[in-house]
């Protein structure tokens, strides 16, 4: 569980910002394997760790809870949610079909400010080595640079938060295998697909890249799970 000192903060800040930050530290260490799939998360040891009351630690899993990255099972409390191969599945299928959508509209509209935006996501990727909580920020921000062009904020809006969801599989993926720079090589050459003006060419090259990326987390994790 990160280490973080919330006691200042609840004295401070309303009670649903401390369960936010609660929720984003859970979530950080979820998405990690920090805390691995199936384990358990007992609400008075998370209040004594981050200092608080019960209180903001029931509204932070509830929030997690909303993510699916935790479950609320009858006799055994809240627990991480498991992988499951089609839920992964499920989420790639949503995917390709929303965001296909967005690449097209997109395309023809990329400007200077979403192209460095999408670089400088690059540079992070680049940048944050082995670093899993820091590649996610930073495949969450390219994404959303190619995609916000598209003037779709609601269809904008259900992706990230299916990416939200697909973050545990992601962060599991690249925690136990040595996938990232593929996917970070494969970010470059999309958007330079998309610079080009190759629409078609950049709407093939996405759906192979979520569809790689499924096929490896589904051989992830049936070798380790």
Known sequence: MASSNLVLLAAKRPLATIAEQIADALRADIVTCRIQPGEALRQSIIAQHYGVSQAPVREALALLASDELVEHQANRGVRVARLRLERAEEIAAIRLSLETDLMKAAAGRLDRQAIERAEDAIDAAALAGEDV???LRADRAFHQAIYRPAGKPITLDIVQRLRTRNAQYLGFLWTHSSHAPSSRREHAELLE???AGETDDAVDFL????????????????TEL
């Open 193 to 195: 697909l998309m610079k």
């Open 133 to 135: 909580a820091e590649l």
């Open 207 to 222: 759906q192979r890249h979520i569809r790689s990326a499924l096929a490896e987390i589904v051989r992830c994790l049936t």
